[in-house]
């Protein structure tokens, strides 16, 4: 017998494995990285152009993997780091 998971929400899918901060997190980290690593390879063939292009696809991931919480947290990270890439020191 097949087993599908036909829900997104990861926390409520592994509720008895772990916490659901947990799971959050691991949502919102799993963003954070999906973001970078498309950024990396962006940068690779356009360098510094749209710098912000691939922080709302890595918050809706989370958002709709972790829900809101992990969305927020994926959003301010990737924000931050952007931020700290862009703007001169």
Not at 22 to 29: D, G, R, S
Not at 33 to 41: H, K, P
Not at 63 to 79: D, F, H, N, P, S
Request: glycine share 8%.
């Amino acid at each position: 017998m097949v087993h599908r998971i036909t829900k997104l929400d990861i926390p409520s899918q592994f509720a008895g494995i772990a916490p659901g901060w947990l799971l959050k997190a691991c949502c919102c980290f799993l963003g954070v990285v999906f973001a970078v690593i498309l950024r990396s390879v962006a940068n690779q063939f356009a360098p510094g152009v749209a710098p912000y292009a691939f922080v709302y696809p890595a918050t809706l991931l989370a958002t709709l993997l972790g829900g809101w919480e992990a969305g927020i947290g994926t959003l301010v990270i990737l924000v931050f780091l952007t931020w700290q890439f862009v703007v001169p020191q």
